[in-house]
């Protein structure tokens, strides 16, 4: 069974930095992606990173230069680094896993196992 638990979301102010962690365990060795998602009240969950075996680490527009998606030598551990926070970056982040091989993986449809979010809050 799939595990993903996020954690590192907090309260900062604009400017400052975070970083979010994912823990995964279950079905480690056919996980063929991960990836980083957020959600602002109402808005739809929409693509931050992702980093998978076979292609490049992908940024949405939005965070590219800001954020830097990583994981540890085991595949177990995720990160998401984000520097020069924004308001507009409060959102509630969740971590997702692909277990299929795509082209991409920058929608949400494309994961299959989902996190349960942690609140990113970034005051002005």
């Known amino acids: 069974q799939v595990q993903l638990v996020e954690s590192g979301g907090g309260l900062v102010q604009a400017g400052d930095s975070l970083r979010l962690s994912c823990a995964a365990s279950?079905?480690?060795?056919?996980?063929?992606?991960m990836g980083w998602f957020r959600q602002a009240p109402g808005k739809e969950r929409e693509f931050v990173a992702a980093?998978?075996?076979?292609?490049?680490?992908t940024y949405a527009d939005s965070v590219k230069g800001r954020f830097t998606i990583s994981r540890d030598a085991a595949g177990n551990t995720l990160y998401l680094q984000m520097n020069s926070l924004k308001p507009e970056d409060t959102a509630v982040y969740y971590c997702?896993?692909?277990?299929?091989?795509?082209?991409?993986?920058?929608?949400?449809?494309?994961?299959?196992?989902w996190g349960q979010g942690t609140q990113v809050t970034v005051s002005s």
């Open positions: 980093i998978s075996r076979f292609v490049a680490s």
């Open positions: 997702a896993a692909a277990y299929a091989y795509r082209s991409t993986y920058s929608r949400p449809g494309e994961y299959d196992a």
């Open positions: 279950g079905r480690t060795s056919s996980r063929v992606a």
